[in-house]
């Protein structure tokens, strides 16, 4: 990624943005620094290094499903600001 270029003006049109002379200079540099930390990034060895899917061991959390007691349908809807047939009713969001 050495002397990668950014090309502002292509991200700028890309991203339907548009940015002061100011606003393009500061994300210029911050976009450098962004690429030197790749570069240094892509230095590192890592011969032999196993892939890792989380950056800590992990364990299985959940519990187990075990069937417990119901709500009624009458103690489910107690609470529901509205209802109507047994089951909850919600303002509408499409015409």
Do not use: W
């Not at 892509?42 to 899917?53: F, M, R, T």
């Amino acid at each position: 990624m050495t002397n990668q270029h950014v090309d502002l003006d292509r991200i700028m049109q890309l991203c339907r943005i548009e940015l002061t002379d100011d606003e393009k200079k500061t994300l210029t540099q911050q976009l450098d620094t962004m690429l030197h930390y790749l570069d240094q990034i892509q230095e590192v060895d890592i011969e032999g290094v196993e892939p890792l899917y989380h950056s800590v061991e992990a364990c299985d959390v959940l519990h187990n499903d075990i069937p417990g007691e119901n709500f009624s349908v009458d103690e489910a809807l107690q609470n529901a600001p509205d209802t109507r047939e047994h089951q909850i009713t919600v303002p509408r969001i499409v015409d």
